[in-house]
């Protein structure tokens, strides 16, 4: 084949291929015809950031409440929902274990006691014979280190008592603070076990929320930051300030706790209820934004941009990584930057690679 007929066919290809291809496939140096449009500059916005989050209610004094010992249930004297005060007996567990060690330390010091009284009698019997010099020093000393002996067995035999007596609180449930009772998970005849709750109390004078903040914003979080906190089931709104921050997230999911305190009191506030919260950043957690219309936007499948200019009278379609959309604006993550322009407004068929004036 000749070199003629090879630039003949290319020339053929290449006229085929410009004419299927689409308007915004065009470059630059393709454009034949000038439409006018109307420009605006992005405008830069310094904002607080703002801090989202959603948790529930918790009291701030809350414990369940348990027993180290190992026993029957005896008695439950509370129900859920009555008020105690601190140091209320709330139910009662009985040992047959404990008591019969109670009996053998009573048994242990009234043996002791009479040794001790003992030892203590022969121990002033021999200082007077040593000193009628009708014993000898050994003696004495012997007497001595006898009622010595006596007094610590007595000191031991006590001690056990105390011990054992202390073990019996253990027994007679108290509650460590004032409050309402959440929950009883136990009654009459059931068997207590260490470290098994046995009543839920909680404290409703002062409560706090406890919700979970995402990694972008966990940053920007402070103690004493103000916040308001709405319930999810009512209109209800209360003021709140950070009481505590986690900066790990390593057993949340990715997501970090933080504690608000709500500084009001309100009866309509239980634990358990869920709540969205808003905490407002301080002066020096502020983020530069960049907003622009929505209507600008330009869609081609999963992608977002705007039509921009080069500077130099041609519109150029710039893809853009969009954040939160509020009403009529969407926010800029990347992609433009202040004081740059975008296309508004065309008169006509605005393209890639289309020439431009205004």
């Not at 020339?11 to 000038?34: D, F, R, Y």
């Not at 622009?292 to 200019?309: A, E, F, M």
């Not at 068929?349 to 004036?357: D, E, P, Q, T």
Request: hydrophobic share 40%.
């Amino acid at each position: 084949m000749k070199k003629s007929t090879y630039y003949i066919l290319g020339l053929s290809i290449v006229g085929v291929l410009s004419a299927c291809s689409s308007p915004e496939e065009k470059t630059i140096n393709q454009h034949t015809e000038t439409i006018k449009v109307e420009l605006a500059k992005v405008e830069a916005n310094q904002s607080s950031i703002e801090i989202e989050g959603s948790g529930q209610i918790q009291a701030v004094e809350s414990a369940n409440i348990s027993t180290r010992m190992m026993g029957q249930v005896s008695e439950v004297l509370v129900k859920s929902g009555e008020l105690v005060k601190k140091g209320q007996l709330l139910l009662t567990i009985s040992s047959v274990d404990l008591q019969a060690k109670a009996a053998q330390t009573e048994a242990g010091i009234a043996q002791a006691q009479a040794g001790f009284d003992n030892a203590a009698n022969d121990y002033e019997r021999f200082k007077n014979l040593h000193k009628s010099g009708s014993a000898s020093d050994k003696e004495l000393e012997n007497m001595k280190s006898r009622f010595e002996m006596a007094k610590a067995g007595l000191d031991v035999a006590k001690n056990m008592k105390k011990e054992v007596m202390a073990q019996f609180e253990y027994l007679n449930i108290r509650a460590p603070f004032a409050g309402t009772v959440a929950n009883t998970f136990v009654k009459a005849g059931d068997m207590a076990a260490p470290g098994h709750p046995l009543v839920n109390l909680e404290s409703m004078d002062q409560m706090e929320a406890l919700i979970m903040v995402p990694e972008s914003k966990i940053n920007a979080v402070k103690i004493s930051q103000k916040a308001d906190i709405k319930l999810k089931s009512s209109d209800i709104h209360v003021t709140a300030k950070v009481k505590d921050v986690s900066y790990s997230s390593k057993n949340t999911g990715g997501q970090y706790l933080v504690k608000l305190l709500i500084e009001e009191k309100n009866e309509n506030l239980l634990p358990g209820m869920f709540v969205n919260a808003r905490i407002f950043s301080s002066d020096s957690s502020k983020q530069t934004k960049i907003i622009i219309p929505t209507s600008v936007l330009v869609h081609r499948g999963q992608l977002s941009g705007v039509y921009t200019t080069n500077g130099e009278g041609v519109a150029i379609l710039r893809w853009l990584r969009l954040g939160e959309t509020s009403e009529d604006q969407v926010e800029v993550l990347s992609g433009l930057k202040a004081n740059e322009s975008y296309i508004v407004k065309a008169e006509g068929r605005l393209y890639n690679g289309v020439s431009i004036n205004q």
